[in-house]
């Protein structure tokens, strides 16, 4: 693979698999993927695609005519068969992958697979239009803690960080958590672009 792009459309389509992560503190993350055959079906696959743009599993399963558990289950099953922990982390590396604008952003080393993503911290690029605080919320919300569990990081109420989410959609241009996910590569350079 010589393409961020390439991975992504390498991982919806099962011809990948996420097999190691390291966390490299305040400069980054490296993702190890290997060459695998993962078995998804189509449901699987057209449940990933949803993801990965950030769309709710209740509009995906309307779209589909399913049940919500039936599109919560075959998500989970599928994001567990590419080596991924959770939603969060499958929206936000697939994010990172699909909007990487420059190797200097994003690094791939590997001649085929496996193959390695070094990923910067600065990826998300949010610094520019939200506060400190809200930078912290919405790394609590990649990491998939609920508006509960990042209160109590912050030592704040749950109703602050609901106001304080409330206030990023809208800076963001963005509906959900998922949303959020899936669109923070991208924030940086519309921000860029209009000012």
Known sequence: MNSTRGIADALLAGRLRLVDQQ????????LGFSAATVPLSKRERSTLAAAETGVANKVVAIE???ACST???????AISK???ASRAEFVKVMAYLRNASSAAEVRVGGAGAPCWVFLPA???NLALCLTAAEREIVAGVLNGHSNAAIAQARRTSTRTVANQLAAIYRKLGVFSRWELAA???????TLAQAS
């Open 122 to 124: 600065e990826s998300l």
């Open 71 to 77: 599109v919560s289950e075959s998500l989970q099953t």
């Open 64 to 66: 589909q005519s399913l």
């Open 183 to 189: 669109r923070a590569g991208r924030a940086y350079s």
């Open 23 to 30: 966390d490299h503190g305040s400069s980054g993350y490296v």
């Open 82 to 84: 590419l080596g991924f």
